[in-house]
């Protein structure tokens, strides 16, 4: 085994006979960071839910006709969202 960066042995080290190069699709590959877990994408989703209850709430104060209400649950929930 080699790199693909290594040139191409030639002859076998063990024998000594003619060798041809066989690149492989089975590699190791290490996924680093978050995101590739089906956990991340079951926090992500419920962040976005959450503020999506918190969304609610401003509609529900515009619908209600409280604008002073909305204002104010609408600063709350942008300050959540840059939070997050």
Do not use: H, W
Not at 26 to 38: A, D, I, L, P
Not at 46 to 56: A, I, S, W
């Amino acid at each position: 085994m080699q790199r693909i960066t290594e040139p191409p042995l030639e002859q076998c080290p063990v024998c000594n006979g003619n060798v041809e190069r066989l690149i492989s699709k089975n590699v190791g590959v290490v996924f680093k960071g978050s995101g590739f877990y089906k956990t991340d994408a079951q926090q992500v989703k419920e962040k976005y839910r959450e503020l999506n209850k918190e969304r609610q709430k401003d509609n529900q104060a515009i619908l209600d006709g409280d604008i002073g209400g909305f204002v104010k649950q609408s600063e709350a929930t942008t300050q959540k969202v840059s939070e997050n």
